[in-house]
């Protein structure tokens, strides 16, 4: 069983940076597909970015493209999402996801494609 643990989320004024970690606990993430989704109450959770560790291939919504950076610490078994120029939109609750397999990359956006999710992080954009 793969534990996720999220950390990082705060409070930050808009134009302001955070990163978030998530570490997987029991398991390396070798070969896996991790990534990033939020969640805001009353919508839809939404695809942010995501890791295909098999060859270190990285994609992005393009609400975040040029300000989130995916990227990971293998030795750590650690994924980050480093967020700049954040917007009072960016606000929500962060969750780390992983399939224990490459995904194509059409099923990157799909939450249902992952078996494994964090118990999420809150981030607040103040304007």
């Known amino acids: 069983q793969v534990q996720l643990v999220e950390s990082g989320g705060g409070l930050v004024q808009a134009g302001g940076s955070l990163r978030l970690s998530c570490t997987a606990s029991?398991?390396?993430?070798?070969?896996?597909?991790t990534a990033w989704f939020r969640q805001i109450p009353g919508k839809e959770r939404e695809f942010v970015a995501a890791?295909?560790?098999?060859?270190?291939?990285?994609h992005y919504a393009e609400s975040v493209k040029g300000r989130f950076t995916v990227s990971r610490d293998s030795a750590k078994n650690t994924m980050y999402l480093q967020m700049n120029y954040l917007k009072p939109e960016d606000t929500a609750v962060y969750h780390c996801?992983?399939?224990?397999?490459?995904?194509?990359?059409?099923?990157?956006?799909?939450?249902?494609?992952?078996?494994?999710w964090g118990q999420g992080t809150q981030v607040t954009v103040a304007s």
């Open positions: 996801v992983a399939k224990n397999k490459r995904l194509i990359v059409s099923q990157l956006w799909a939450g249902e494609n992952y078996d494994y």
């Open positions: 029991g398991r390396s993430f070798s070969g896996y597909t």
């Open positions: 890791i295909r560790w098999t060859e270190n291939s990285r």
